[in-house]
């Protein structure tokens, strides 16, 4: 059985979530805007970092329920190899 999000990551996850959308829609009028490339460079890097804190928080989240109680119940193996996997996708 997959344990799900917990509520206070899921609420913090979707706060980011959203002030990310908000700076993804900036960047979108910024490059309307024809604004300086440098600042659209800069502005795509904040939301690479936010997204990626966002990663961060649902992964700890993973290690401190799902890999812990698989490894308490002595299935931890294929839930071990599956967070190396996406931890080798994320840092890609």
Do not use: W
Request: contains cysteine; aromatic residues 2%.
């Amino acid at each position: 059985m997959k344990t799900m999000i917990d509520k206070c990551t899921k609420e913090d996850a979707l706060l980011r979530l959203r002030k990310i959308e908000g700076q993804i829609k900036g960047i979108h009028k910024m490059v309307e805007g024809e604004r300086y490339c440098i600042d659209i460079i800069n502005q795509v890097s904040a939301v690479s970092k936010a997204l990626n804190g966002v990663a961060l928080s649902v992964m700890k989240r993973h290690l401190e329920s799902c890999v812990t109680e698989a490894a308490k119940a002595g299935k931890s193996q294929s839930k071990i190899k599956e967070l190396i996997e996406t931890i080798h996708r994320f840092v890609k």
